[in-house]
């Protein structure tokens, strides 16, 4: 029997031209601020986040000392593409990975580390 009243009461028109815009509003705004809280505080740190770490792969040079995802310390020796030639070890064993890989860059190749 209440569902039977809210239909009557949404079917009727006099309720609907006062509050219609109202209840509209009510309900669209949390779901409208939760978008925005969504947007500004994971969206777009993501985003900038994703930028830097772009931008940093793509400024790799021969000489930089740099950390693989998998933790591997190496010497960039060679680039080609998107493939890198690293040198580790006292041995200076040489291996390639790809750029997708690289987590960070210790130091560049013209600074002097401590």
């Known amino acids: 029997m209440n569902f039977m009243n809210f239909l009557l009461q949404a079917g009727d028109e006099g309720g609907a031209a006062a509050g219609g815009f109202g209840a509209i509003l009510s309900t669209a705004l949390p779901i409208l601020l939760l978008v925005v809280v969504f947007y500004f505080f994971l ?45 580790s070890g006292a041995d200076r064993t040489k291996f390639q990975i790809q750029k997708w890989a690289v987590h960070s860059v210790l130091s560049k190749a013209g600074e002097e580390s401590e």
């Open 43 to 87: 969206y777009r740190p993501q985003k900038k986040q994703e930028k830097e770490v772009r931008n940093m792969r793509a400024s790799i040079e021969v000489g930089d000392v740099i950390t693989t995802a998998g933790g591997i310390v190496g010497i960039v020796v060679k680039i080609k593409d998107d493939m890198l030639l690293l040198e």
